[in-house]
């Protein structure tokens, strides 16, 4: 097999073309490059970092452990890398995205401002025709879509933003400089978890901040704080371990797996086991305490009411309180929020909460926001209004596969897909945390390592076997699709209209979009299928090669 590099053009293919220079683009060019591929990597972004470059809005932090988010398939850089704080910041993620990329000399490959547009697939050849924005097309073997769960924002659908005459922000679209909002009235719409942790930051600046709810959100306290040293030391000496339990683990967390059910304790141990995971400041604390919080109303109906307590011990104005309890959705079946401070800030005097349920917003004016019952008066209105996730960054572009069919037909019902990695139809463009896969059920640091490494072994077979094309076939996509959707009906998922299910997009298709059999059984699967020689994927040689 011919390594060379080759310098990319119409008539010199380059092995593969990624999409996204985040966390998963930037880990997906290291390993192809270690198998010598050719590889070009194109990020719409003025910078790198994906999902930590867009999401710059005021508190803006991850909500899973930092020493957790983090890659592992270095151990030098596990050990040479020191977070500052429990949960990392935006910022800090971004300068620890740069780190990585420096380190491993990853930004030549990179073409930045450059959005892909369309693909369109050559049967003869078995290459993809890519074309962007700025008008460059590449000829590339293999397209891997490394380009974000949650990178499209969604159009919050409200008429007369463009008649606003203050400042608009999205938080999916934060701008680079300094945004200040002393002494101004500032509105945010959206309580899902990037309005949760904007909202508090904003208040501590804003002469007053009017939140324009429409579902209350579960949100639970983050108690982020700097890590110090001895903790940091004691888990770099074991971090070999503790990255292979992540691996090995149900959601790229570490935990002990509860074992008891809810309902078969009495009410004063299942308190002192919610207060415990209240105070444990982990995002998933409380789904962990009992086997069936996700799987059986009643038991999650405990834990909801805790919560719901909580609010109310904790936000002094009973009507505000009422107002921003989570009622018509159970515990988790929307991702949960981890916050600071978040239901304190309703306290504030300068913080109001508008219920969109009673009084919707009817529309944008210039002066504000028109609910059905006033026109509220502000000088920027920040939308929190949440993404078209998990297959928005992929339809966004044009991709035609075999006979000239489209993405976009083929998932107008909905995504289809084998292993959440290839769709039939669409040889040889891999998708990395993509719909049908664990993704935004996990860890999404760990998630992405399994499938970029699942993704590079698999081209590394197709070369070592001389083998140009691999594409899924329909029946095992098919029978993906339904073991996917068998395992979402056995959960309480589908009682939720969210955005797992395509609900928050009006229009989108409802199924639940992810593989909630967790992290561990999704690689195990993928193993199996590679150690078989990729059953339910068909492999094969362009004539031309
Ligand atoms: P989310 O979780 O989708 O939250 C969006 C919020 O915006 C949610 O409260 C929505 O209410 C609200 N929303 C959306 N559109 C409107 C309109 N038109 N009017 C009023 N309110 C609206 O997005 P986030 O960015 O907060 O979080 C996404 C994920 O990113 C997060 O889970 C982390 O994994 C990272 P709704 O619930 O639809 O009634």
Redesign the pocket.
């Known amino acids: 097999m011919d390594n060379t590099p080759v310098p990319p053009s119409p008539a010199h293919p380059v092995d593969v073309v990624v999409v996204g220079a985040g966390l998963s683009g930037l880990y997906q060019l290291h390993r192809l490059r270690e198998l010598g591929l050719t590889t070009l990597v194109f990020e719409a972004g003025e910078d790198i970092g994906g999902?930590w470059y867009w999401?710059r809005y005021p508190g803006a932090r991850c909500?899973v452990e930092s020493m957790s988010y983090s890659y592992s398939f270095s151990p030098e850089l596990d050990q040479e890398w020191e977070w500052s704080e429990r949960y990392a910041s935006q910022p800090e993620i971004l300068r620890y995205i740069h780190h990585v990329a420096d380190r491993f000399d990853l930004r030549r490959d990179v073409t930045l401002r450059t959005r892909v547009t369309r693909a369109v697939y050559d049967e003869a050849g078995h290459v993809w025709q890519i074309s962007t924005d700025t008008g460059r097309t590449v000829t590339a073997r293999f397209i891997v879509l490394a380009s974000g769960c949650?990178s499209m924002p969604?159009d919050?659908?409200?008429p007369g933003a463009d008649s606003f005459t203050g400042a608009i922000f999205h938080?999916?679209g934060w701008p680079r400089e300094d945004v200040s909002f002393a002494g101004k009235r500032v509105a945010v719409?959206?309580?899902?978890?990037?309005?949760?942790q904007a909202i508090p930051v904003i208040a501590e600046e804003a002469a007053s901040l009017t939140v324009?709810?429409?579902?209350p959100?579960y949100a639970l306290p983050a108690h982020n704080r700097p890590l110090r040293g001895t903790e940091i030391a004691e888990l770099k000496a074991r971090y070999p371990e503790f990255r292979q339990a992540q691996r090995l683990s149900r959601g790229g967390t570490v935990f002990d797996p509860p074992t008891g059910s809810a309902l078969e304790a009495d009410e004063a141990e299942r308190t002192a086991a919610y207060e415990a995971a209240w105070e444990s400041g982990l995002l998933s604390g409380l789904l962990r305490t009992y086997t069936d919080i996700l799987t059986d109303e009643k038991a999650n109906e405990t834990v909801a009411e805790f919560v719901r307590s909580k609010i109310r011990s904790i936000v002094t104005d009973p009507a505000t309180a009422e107002l921003l309890l989570p009622r018509t959705f159970p515990f988790a079946t929307?991702?949960p929020?981890l916050d600071t401070g978040y239901y304190a800030t309703y306290n504030r005097p300068h913080v109001t909460l508008v219920d969109?349920r009673t009084t919707p917003?009817e529309t944008i004016t210039p002066r504000g926001i028109r609910t059905s019952d006033w026109e509220h008066g502000f000088d920027a209105i920040v939308?929190?209004?949440?993404?078209d996730?998990l297959t928005g960054s992929q339809l966004a572009i044009d991709i035609v596969g075999k006979g000239g069919a489209t993405l976009r037909d083929k998932w107008a019902d909905g995504p289809q897909n084998y292993l959440g990695l290839v769709s039939a139809g669409f040889p040889n463009l891999f998708t990395v945390l993509g719909p049908l896969s664990p993704s935004?059920l996990t860890n999404i640091a760990v998630s992405l390592e399994q499938q970029v490494e699942w993704i590079t072994d698999c081209i590394a077979h197709l070369r070592r076997n001389g083998l140009t094309e691999i594409d899924a076939v329909s029946g095992a996509e098919a029978d993906w699709g339904v073991r996917v959707a068998e395992i979402a009906a056995r959960t309480l998922y589908p009682a939720a209209?969210?955005?797992y299910r395509g609900?928050?997009v009006p229009g989108k298709a409802h199924m639940f979009l992810a593989y909630a059999g967790g992290l561990d059984r999704y690689r195990e699967e993928c193993d199996a299928v590679a150690r078989s020689g990729y059953t339910g994927f068909a492999l094969s040689t362009a004539s031309s090669s």
């Open positions: 999902t999401n909500d949650m969604k919050p659908g409200i938080t999916a719409i959206g309580t899902g978890c990037s309005g949760v324009f709810q429409r579902t959100a929307k991702r929020c969109l917003i939308f929190a209004t949440g993404f996730a935004v209209e969210s955005w609900a928050n």
